[in-house]
């Protein structure tokens, strides 16, 4: 019989990166025989399929990604499957191409690097320099959870994610488990995926916290909070350099975000552990006073803060903040300070009122 195909998407709130998706598919060389779409609980269901050969399956209550792709990857039914994420955009030929690698024995998935192509804007240009997926060509240690080709017996093979019980990070584990099942991991970079969706400042930041945080709070665990700080300031340090030297200062407030969150996620941390830190009034005054001479970029900085879940400090709480403002004044310059309060603010505002797509890091 010919080989099947069978493509798995996955979509939680956001049916209209699903539906460009479906509609991109007409232009493969390679097209599946068979499309399933899981419905991760969004609060306005995906329409069902009126399509043959496109089924919709649906779990009730919002799960997370892994959950959505071990319930959709094991239902396919396809001699091979190209699991993908809904905001994952791949040029006509990708499926033609990589069918060949796919088949070979040895090899248990195939992807390829994914770029940050949503537009412009402060998050998409941000996500475009610092967030893109791009290992080598030929085998390597992991693929990125939101593209992968497979056989369907590699995932029936391996168990697909066992007791895997996270929400995310399931790339992590699934291609831990097809090492260990002795085939490869192959990467392609001849034709370099896409990623679509347009997230929001906060949705970036959760999403970087998920991805490098428990670094930071096993650091803190391990080595004290202001080694963790420390990191957090070394990374986000070498990313603003970066920003700075290619003309990019605008890019500089999402590092600026991020750093504050991370602090005082790791302060909030450190108080449920009964571990020595500073005092989170400590953070915030010291921010306050590193910007005491740009109030529009404070109180903006501020707001954020808050919307991602940290309360104001009351006054009087602070008692030594006189190391964290140390730890700011290495991280910036007047000149890039002058920049965000004269210019980054109103652009801020104005990037806030622009369309984003829905992510599910917002809930997290």
Not at 66 to 93: T, V
Not at 107 to 116: Q, W, Y
């Amino acid at each position: 019989m010919p080989e099947t195909v069978c493509l798995c998407t996955y979509t939680y709130n956001d049916a209209e990166l699903t539906l460009e998706l479906m509609r991109s598919v007409a232009s493969w060389t390679r097209r599946p025989n068979e499309i399933v779409i899981v419905d991760d609980g969004s609060a306005k269901p995906f329409p069902d399929a009126r399509i043959e050969r496109v089924r919709v399956l649906r779990i009730p209550i919002n799960s997370g990604p892994a959950k959505a792709k071990a319930y959709g990857l094991s239902a396919c039914q396809g001699d091979i499957i190209l699991s993908m994420d809904c905001d994952i955009r791949l040029d006509p030929e990708w499926l033609e191409h990589c069918l060949p690698s796919v088949r070979e024995p040895d090899v248990g998935i195939v992807g390829s690097p994914v770029l940050n192509r949503a537009g412009k804007g402060l998050v998409a240009e941000y996500m475009a320099e610092f967030d893109n997926h791009q290992p080598r060509q030929g085998e390597v240690d992991l693929l990125t959870g939101g593209l992968w080709l497979m056989r369907r017996e590699v995932w029936t093979q391996v168990g697909g994610l066992g007791r895997f019980a996270g929400r995310t990070h399931e790339d992590r584990a699934f291609c831990k488990r097809v090492r260990e099942a002795g085939l490869k991991l192959m990467n392609d970079t001849h034709m370099p995926a896409k990623q679509v969706r347009r997230l929001s400042r906060f949705a970036l930041v959760k999403r970087l916290w998920s991805l490098f945080g428990p670094g930071y709070l096993e650091l803190a665990e391990q080595g004290g909070v202001e080694t963790a700080c420390a990191a957090v300031l070394e990374e986000t340090q070498r990313r603003i350099t970066q920003s700075l030297q290619k003309g990019q200062p605008l890019l500089v407030y999402m590092d600026l975000l991020f750093l504050g969150h991370g602090f005082l996620e790791l302060c909030a941390f450190a108080d449920e552990r009964g571990l020595p830190a500073p005092a989170t009034a400590d953070l915030r005054l010291a921010l306050e006073r590193f910007l005491d001479t740009c109030p529009r970029l404070w109180a903006f900085l501020l707001d954020d803060l808050f919307r991602l879940g940290h309360r104001p400090a009351l006054s009087g709480e602070a008692t030594e903040p006189g190391a964290w403002i140390e730890y700011l004044h290495s991280l910036l310059k007047a000149g890039a300070l002058s920049f965000l309060e004269l210019q980054g603010v109103p652009a801020l505002a104005a990037e806030e009122r622009a369309e984003h797509h829905f992510s599910f890091y917002e809930d997290l």
